[in-house]
């Protein structure tokens, strides 16, 4: 008899990939006698986890399939997100109850540094499905279970999405049933092919005649980004759009400018082209009122204005006081009076840069070439940015300000 590193006895080595979770969640501290019990998420934040996640527009497939042969075979069917989150479980009633003991309910974490070696945790790991018997499991309290798992990725791109699972009692085992789990995620992930593809297909025959009627370059994209229709431009799989999106304009690193507009099921992202006559060709800095600084950016597509705070307000009025442009250092010494601060400088930059990337330029920093800038001072030079304490700004104080 040989023991495992568990601490039980076995009656031969364990197979290669069980051992290798051994070896991960005993370097992470994970020991045979602990609990399985983690922290719980609250109902609102699985809601959350639930809309948010892409596993769940496969589960009325999942819940009319692997469910219902979960429950006539005395199991469970758990659906978890790429955390090992538990967002849904189903089946037989009495193993849910059972599986209420060992904390494998609905918002409980089942990775592999909380629970060790099992099926969920463990093909989170190594992106494989796995089955994990009785003893095979790391903690002792789930030598009574039996469990199989297989990923589920996003069919678009290949990202995992979650893990579908069957658990329940170790009498319960059946050396198939990981094939059939494997096989129920391979038909999720088609599942979600088509309801991708059904969605595209939606979004652009709403998009085309509104592209047709367009000038200039467009797309239509879901609102993940996938492309539904273009004119006026190379198609591209893809377009990468921040986290929060809305309704306005927006800077797009792949794009610049855009100007974007809802439709069902996506977003329509016309690209803001300055035209022939060049790049944005005036900035409005406003500071007459120190409650009320503003940047204004007229373009040949429009304007915009953006509320400005004091810091920002005093950098881009050094870029405006010295348009051949200024280097980190400099900028640090007219805001500062201390050419080190660069790091701080650049950090400010950065974030300005979000949102007027189309008229600041780099190398050194200054507003980019044919750009008008105008600066709207206070009727009393005194109270340019009163609180100010930028070197560039005191200097500009009093009659001879600029």
Request: glycine share 8%.
């Given at each position: 008899?040989?023991?495992?590193?568990?601490?039980?006895?076995?009656?031969?080595a364990?197979?290669?990939?069980?051992?290798?979770s051994w070896?991960?969640?005993?370097?992470?501290?994970?020991?045979?006698?602990?609990?399985?019990?983690?922290?719980?998420?609250?109902?609102?934040e699985?809601?959350?986890?639930?809309?948010?996640?892409?596993?769940?527009?496969?589960?009325?497939?999942?819940?009319?399939?692997?469910?219902?042969?979960?429950?006539?075979?005395?199991?469970?069917?758990?659906?978890?997100d790429?955390d090992?989150?538990?967002?849904?479980?189903?089946?037989?009633?009495?193993?849910?109850?059972q599986?209420?003991?060992?904390?494998?309910?609905?918002?409980?974490?089942?990775?592999?540094?909380?629970?060790?070696?099992?099926?969920i945790?463990?093909t989170?790991?190594?992106?494989?499905?796995?089955?994990?018997?009785?003893?095979?499991?790391?903690?002792?309290?789930?030598?009574t279970w039996?469990?199989?798992?297989?990923p589920?990725?996003?069919p678009r791109?290949?990202?995992?999405?979650?893990?579908?699972?069957?658990?329940?009692?170790?009498r319960t085992?059946?050396?198939?049933?990981?094939?059939l789990?494997?096989?129920?995620a391979?038909?999720?992930?088609?599942e979600l092919?088509?309801r991708?593809?059904?969605?595209?297909?939606?979004?652009?025959?709403?998009?085309?005649?509104?592209?047709c009627?367009?000038?200039?370059?467009?797309?239509?994209?879901?609102?993940?980004?996938?492309?539904?229709?273009?004119?006026?431009?190379?198609?591209?799989?893809?377009?990468?759009?921040?986290?929060?999106?809305?309704a306005?304009?927006?800077?797009?690193?792949?794009l610049g400018?855009?100007?974007?507009?809802?439709?069902?099921?996506?977003?329509?992202?016309?690209?803001?082209?300055?035209?022939?006559d060049?790049?944005?060709?005036?900035?409005?800095?406003?500071?007459?009122?120190?409650?009320?600084?503003?940047?204004?950016?007229?373009?040949?597509?429009?304007?915009?204005?953006?509320r400005?705070?004091?810091?920002?307000?005093?950098?881009?009025?050094?870029?405006?006081?010295?348009?051949?442009?200024r280097?980190?250092?400099?900028?640090?010494?007219?805001?500062?009076?201390?050419?080190?601060?660069?790091?701080?400088v650049?950090?400010?930059?950065?974030?300005?840069?979000r949102?007027?990337?189309?008229?600041?330029?780099?190398?050194p920093?200054?507003?980019?070439?044919?750009?008008?800038?105008?600066?709207?001072?206070p009727?009393?030079p005194?109270d340019?940015?009163?609180?100010?304490?930028?070197?560039?700004v005191?200097g500009?104080?009093?009659?001879?300000?600029?």
């Amino acid at each position: 008899m040989r023991t495992s590193r568990a601490g039980r006895a076995r009656g031969g080595a364990p197979r290669a990939e069980i051992d290798a979770s051994w070896n991960r969640v005993a370097r992470n501290g994970v020991v045979p006698d602990q609990s399985t019990e983690s922290e719980l998420l609250g109902s609102d934040e699985i809601e959350h986890r639930r809309n948010a996640s892409t596993i769940g527009e496969a589960m009325p497939l999942l819940r009319n399939g692997l469910a219902s042969i979960a429950d006539a075979s005395q199991q469970i069917m758990v659906v978890t997100d790429v955390d090992g989150r538990v967002l849904w479980r189903q089946g037989h009633s009495l193993v849910l109850r059972q599986a209420d003991g060992i904390c494998l309910e609905e918002g409980a974490e089942w990775s592999e540094a909380t629970t060790g070696t099992n099926a969920i945790g463990t093909t989170l790991v190594t992106r494989r499905p796995i089955q994990v018997h009785s003893a095979e499991h790391f903690v002792r309290s789930l030598h009574t279970w039996t469990c199989a798992a297989a990923p589920v990725r996003d069919p678009r791109d290949g990202r995992l999405v979650g893990i579908l699972d069957v658990s329940g009692p170790a009498r319960t085992f059946h050396p198939a049933t990981l094939a059939l789990v494997d096989s129920v995620a391979r038909l999720a992930e088609n599942e979600l092919r088509m309801r991708h593809l059904v969605a595209i297909e939606r979004l652009r025959s709403v998009a085309a005649p509104i592209l047709c009627r367009l000038g200039g370059r467009a797309l239509a994209v879901d609102t993940r980004g996938w492309l539904a229709a273009v004119t006026g431009m190379p198609p591209v799989d893809r377009l990468p759009l921040p986290k929060s999106l809305a309704a306005g304009r927006v800077w797009l690193p792949s794009l610049g400018m855009c100007r974007v507009e809802p439709l069902p099921g996506g977003w329509l992202v016309r690209v803001a082209d300055a035209g022939p006559d060049g790049p944005p060709r005036r900035v409005v800095l406003d500071l007459s009122r120190a409650r009320g600084l503003t940047v204004q950016v007229v373009n040949p597509v429009g304007s915009w204005t953006q509320r400005l705070s004091p810091r920002h307000a005093e950098l881009l009025y050094a870029l405006a006081v010295h348009r051949e442009g200024r280097t980190a250092a400099e900028l640090a010494r007219d805001i500062f009076g201390d050419a080190t601060r660069t790091v701080t400088v650049r950090a400010e930059i950065s974030r300005l840069r979000r949102h007027l990337a189309e008229v600041l330029a780099h190398r050194p920093y200054r507003f980019g070439d044919g750009v008008e800038v105008e600066v709207i001072h206070p009727q009393d030079p005194a109270d340019l940015l009163p609180r100010s304490k930028a070197p560039v700004v005191l200097g500009a104080r009093g009659p001879a300000g600029p």
